[in-house]
């Protein structure tokens, strides 16, 4: 599976935009990028996901670069019910995958009052 | 929809004990996922099914541990005989497969102790 990084925390003021990167230099054609996050003490939640096109939903925005080498999770006003784990996965559609998601250490959100 | 149901949530036990953990997926989901997360490995794919069918086990980390899924909205993961490095947050998932999106839902979770 192609691999993604992400830095490892990163830290935002309430009400602020928050931009997280995610590098994926060895994606292929079929990978699809999600995003996950996960609350504390509880299990992941899907937060959006993106083929090349840049996609907008009700929780966050994700901005695909143009050689889809790298992606930005996009939280237009960060609050503290944000403050989570961030996840970049790739996910390959088609074959035997089933949609298997593998999750890397994702970034550490902060958000202060 | 209740979504994904897990239990116990939390399970003390002995080492040597045999420990079950169950899952009640999405009703009308035909996949389900085990994950497990401890803060030195992340959180990793166990095992998954698709229409009650074991695809990959290949995350399954020994002999001790087994996945069952006798029908569509149940499923166990077992361990026996339980050692204290099983200690971990076990995470039970559901999705329908062949959707594009293919979210998955996941439950809260059963937090596993082993002493």
């Known amino acids: 599976d192609a691999k993604t990084t992400q830095p490892n925390s990163m830290e935002s003021n309430e009400e602020e935009p928050v931009h997280l990167p995610c590098n994926h230099s060895t994606i292929s054609g079929t990978d699809y990028i999600h995003w996950y996050r996960q609350l504390p003490s509880q299990g992941p939640e899907y937060v959006i996901h993106g083929l090349t096109s840049n996609v907008n939903n009700r929780m966050a925005s994700l901005a695909i670069a143009e050689d889809r080498k790298s992606s930005t999770l996009i939280l237009h006003r960060a609050t503290l019910r944000d403050a989570a784990v961030y996840y970049c996965?790739?996910?390959?559609?088609?074959?035997?995958?089933?949609?298997?998601?593998?999750f890397g250490q994702g970034t550490i959100l902060t958000v202060h009052p | 929809d209740a979504g994904v149901i897990q239990s116990p949530r939390h399970e003390v036990t002995e080492m040597g004990q045999e420990v079950t953990l169950r899952c009640k997926p999405i009703?009308?989901?035909?996949?389900l996922f085990w994950y497990r997360q401890t803060m030195m490995r992340g959180l990793e794919l166990l095992i998954y099914?698709?229409?009650?069918?074991?695809?990959?086990d290949s995350g399954m980390p020994e002999d001790r541990f087994s996945a069952k899924m006798p029908n569509a909205s149940f499923s166990t993961l077992k361990i026996q005989p339980s050692e204290p490095r099983d200690s971990a947050v076990y995470f039970c998932?559901?999705?329908?497969?062949?959707?594009?999106?293919?979210?998955?839902?996941f439950g809260p979770g059963t937090r596993l102790t082993v002493l």
């Open positions: 009703s009308g989901h035909n996949s």
């Open positions: 099914f698709n229409n009650n069918v074991p695809i990959d």
């Open positions: 996965i790739l996910r390959r559609e088609g074959g035997t995958s089933y949609g298997k998601l593998t």
């Open positions: 998932a559901s999705t329908r497969a062949y959707l594009q999106n293919n979210e998955q839902f």
